[in-house]
């Protein structure tokens, strides 16, 4: 998969994605990701790349050239444009599994209030927020959809994780707590029944679990 990201803060999402197993991902070639300084296609000789909103108000605003300028050389018949806002649709793990089907990838990063609508409405393919909070640029939020959507390319993810995935997203539940040596620490002792090596029980316990889990944390997904 192809990602391009165009932001004014490119380390951002270069310093995240260069970790673990999404780092690993490019070395392998399964990622291409490059990523763009908006501040090369600024105006003039400081390199403006935002103005003052028209009707007033606090806050600068993105203006239109330099991102068309980014972005236009890098669209293609095949590429989805994707803008990271507060005022997008929410990012699901299903949209996740979505873009991960898609050959190429272009994400616009905000800053400041926004980016000028014009850009919106001529270029832009979906608008994603990544959840109702809101930071203080668009990189962080672009960093994470890519993160999302990359972990589920074929041989990105290990064989055990590949099954964990599965086993988790079928369900629509939370996950069930987990347990490892040693079988007490500090006086707090591991579940019998995940020492009695009886498996069906287990399996019923760890789906109990999570219902519980998913009742008290996350109600809306019942
Ligand atoms: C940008 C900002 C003031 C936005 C009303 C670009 N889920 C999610 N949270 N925050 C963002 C996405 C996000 C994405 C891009 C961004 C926030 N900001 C900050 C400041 C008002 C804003 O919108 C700038």
């Known amino acids: 998969m192809q990602v391009d990201v165009i932001t004014?803060?490119?380390e951002v999402v270069t310093v995240p994605l260069g970790a673990s197993m999404i780092g690993r991902a490019q070395d392998r070639g399964l990622l291409t990701l490059r990523v763009h300084d908006l501040r090369d296609q600024g105006i003039g000789k400081h390199r403006q790349v935002d103005d003052q909103p028209f009707g007033g108000g606090p806050g600068m605003v993105l203006k239109p050239e330099p991102i068309f300028a980014a972005l236009d050389p890098l669209r293609t018949s095949k590429s989805r444009v994707l803008l990271l806002t507060p005022q997008g649709r929410p990012f699901h793990q299903r949209d996740a599994e979505r873009l991960s089907r898609e050959e190429h990838l272009i994400f616009l990063c905000g800053h400041y209030e926004g980016v000028d609508q014009r850009i919106v409405e001529s270029c832009v393919d979906e608008e994603l927020s990544i959840g109702d909070y809101v930071l203080t640029n668009g990189a962080i939020a672009a960093a994470v959809v890519i993160d999302a959507v990359v972990r589920l390319l074929p041989g990105v993810l290990g064989d055990d994780e590949s099954a964990i995935q599965?086993?988790?997203?079928?369900?629509?539940?939370?996950?069930?707590?987990?347990?490892?040596?040693?079988?007490?620490?500090?006086?707090?002792?591991?579940?019998?029944?995940l020492l009695s090596g009886d498996h069906a029980k287990i399996i019923a316990w760890r789906a109990e679990q999570a219902r519980e889990r998913t009742r008290q944390n996350r109600p809306d997904l019942l």
């Open 8 to 10: 004014l803060f490119p």
């Open 166 to 193: 599965e086993s988790f997203g079928a369900s629509g539940l939370l996950d069930h707590p987990h347990y490892t040596r040693p079988a007490e620490w500090r006086e707090m002792k591991v579940p019998e029944i």
